[in-house]
Every structure is written in structure tokens, then in C-alpha cells.
């Protein structure tokens, strides 16, 4: 106490207020936004190791691989470089939002 004119006796506790606990609802939506953008922040992260992977499990599917037109993926290193070469960066997450949207509701 720095100032002389203040006495304790006017000093007051400031008393902090107190917020309700939030209702189940409330906490419910909270909980369901939290764990839905997670769940779709880490989809988005590994998209791109999804899609190589799914490219390399369906390339037999591919007519134009079939025939010899074009050649076959010789590994991840290889399907990575050639998707980014002939579909540029955000081939990778091609289809990624319909991922996200199913796997939200999942997560939270």
C-alpha cells in the first residue's frame, strides 16, 4: 500500500466472478467441434500418403496402364515424383474434403 490516504478498512476483496459450468449441450458442442477438427486436421496432414498409397493399390484398375500407354508406378518414391510432375501439388489432396467430412462426425 503505497498510498497514506487508503485504510485497510476500505480496502475491498475484489471478488472474481464465477462463470456456470456449461450445460451439456454446450459441452457436448464444444467437445464434438474440437475433436471433428482435429480428426480433420490429421486427415489433411496424411492425405497425401493416402492418395499415393490408393494410386499404387488401383493402378492394375488404370486402362492406360494397362495397355502400356503408360507405365507402371515402380514404387512411393516414384508415384509421389510422377503425380507432382503430371498433376502438380494439390493432386495430393484430391478428394480430401469428402474424406474429412465423412471421417468428422467419427473423431468427435
Known amino acids: 500500500l503505497t498510498n497514506p490516504n487508503i485504510k485497510m478498512a476500505e480496502i475491498k476483496e475484489v471478488k472474481k466472478e464465477k462463470k456456470a459450468p456449461p450445460t451439456f449441450w454446450e459441452g457436448?458442442?464444444?467437445?464434438f467441434a474440437a475433436g471433428g477438427i482435429s480428426g480433420a486436421i490429421a486427415k489433411t496432414a496424411t492425405a497425401p500418403i493416402e492418395r499415393v498409397k490408393l494410386i499404387i493399390q488401383t493402378q492394375d484398375a488404370n486402362p492406360l496402364i494397362k495397355s502400356g500407354e503408360v507405365a507402371r508406378y515402380t514404387g512411393i518414391g516414384n508415384c509421389f515424383t510422377r503425380v507432382y510432375q503430371?498433376?502438380?501439388?494439390?493432386a495430393f489432396w484430391r478428394g480430401n474434403f469428402t474424406n474429412v467430412i465423412r471421417?468428422?462426425?467419427t473423431q468427435a
Do not use: T, V
Not at 457436448?28 to 467437445?31: E, G, I, K, L
Not at 503430371?86 to 494439390?90: S, Y
Open 28 to 31: 457436448f458442442a464444444a467437445d
Open 86 to 90: 503430371e498433376q502438380g501439388l494439390g
Open 103 to 105: 471421417y468428422f462426425p
